[in-house]
């Protein structure tokens, strides 16, 4: 459902979705990386480092992945 919303671009319930499927699955990488693109559309930048990096640390460590990390931890 997560992923429906943002392509509705409906970021408050794809923000709700992703963060309850991360409450029952909390490993599921790709689920840290749609936040961290969620997180990042509502301008939360500081939060979707956060996300972006778990991503990573959970295996979504592929190019996109870092690209998107680098550009969400680098700014103020």
Do not use: F, H
Not at 38 to 63: M, N, P, S, T
Request: charged content about 30%; aromatic content about 4%.
């Amino acid at each position: 459902l997560g992923v429906i919303a943002m392509r509705r671009a409906e970021w408050p319930v794809a923000e709700r979705e992703l963060r309850a499927e991360l409450v029952v699955n909390p490993g599921w990488a790709t689920a840290y990386a749609n936040l961290a693109i969620v997180l990042r559309r509502e301008e939360r930048l500081a939060e979707a480092c956060e996300a972006a990096q778990q991503a990573i640390a959970l295996g979504k460590d592929d190019g996109a992945a870092r690209a998107e990390a680098e550009r969400d931890c680098s700014t103020p």
